[in-house]
Every structure is written in C-alpha cells, then in structure tokens.
C-alpha cells in the first residue's frame, strides 16, 4: 500500500494557493483543469516530500458553504523554524490560532478554515516571545 494524498474542498484558487504555496512553501506538482465536470485539481507537496500530496479541489460553481466544521481533523506539517514560518504567515495576514508558546507546535487556518498543525522538526525551539505570552485565538 502507498499513501496518495489527502484532499479538501476549497472555495477560492487563488487565496488557497497563497496560503498553501506562498504561506507554507508547498510547489505545485500537476494541476487538472475539468471542464465538463466545471472543476480543477490542483496537487502540492512539500519540496522535501513529493510523493506525499495535497489535491485541492476547486468546483467551479460552488453550492455549499465550507463552514467551520471540525470533523475532518487537520492538515500537519513539520516544519525547519516555527518561529520563522509563524511569523510569515503573521505578515501575510493569517491569524496564528495557537501560538507556538512550547516553541513545538502552533495552529493555523486555511482561507477555507482548515486547520493546519504546524510542528517543529527536531527538538523544540527554547521559548521566545512574542509567542511563548500570546494566547489562543479561536479554534483550531
């Protein structure tokens, strides 16, 4: 057996590739434009890890509301610097829903509310503000 990818819904193609692609570095491995079905795949992965993808499936003409629906889980990445990733997606305008206060692990929502677990790689980073006095924001 061989893992694929995990798939979500997304309501906007390009506000999701800013978050997945600019936000958390993931590339693009191959994109499947659907027209009779009115519909695009679009599959990333991180560059260390190819093989192990994110299909984002945008329908065209969207009906259902992506609400805040909690059963899918989340996404989890391990990541170089946490502290630097967090503080990217901080200045691109995303709100960091759990800070990594232990310096380990920290939340974040995609632009369709999925929730994105973000993990130190290696040995956690020593506490440093401004995240180890920064509370939770929301859910995750």
Request: one cysteine or more.
């Amino acid at each position: 057996m061989k893992y694929l990818h995990t798939m979500v819904r997304i309501s906007d193609l390009d506000a999701s590739l800013r978050f997945y692609c600019e936000g958390l570095g993931l590339r693009e491995n191959r994109r499947k434009e659907v027209p009779a079905g009115r519909f695009t795949l679009v599959f990333l992965a991180a560059p260390d890890n190819p093989d192990a993808e994110l299909e984002l499936t945008w329908n065209w003409d969207p009906e259902e509301d992506m609400g805040a629906a909690r059963n899918f889980g989340h996404l989890a990445f391990e990541v170089a610097d946490i502290y630097a990733l967090c503080a990217h997606l901080r200045e691109m305008g995303y709100t960091i829903n759990r800070p990594p206060r232990d310096g380990r692990m920290a939340f974040v929502r995609s632009p369709d509310r999925i929730s994105v677990e973000l993990l130190q790689k290696d040995e956690a980073l020593a506490p440093a503000e401004p995240w180890a006095s920064m509370e939770n924001t929301g859910s995750w």
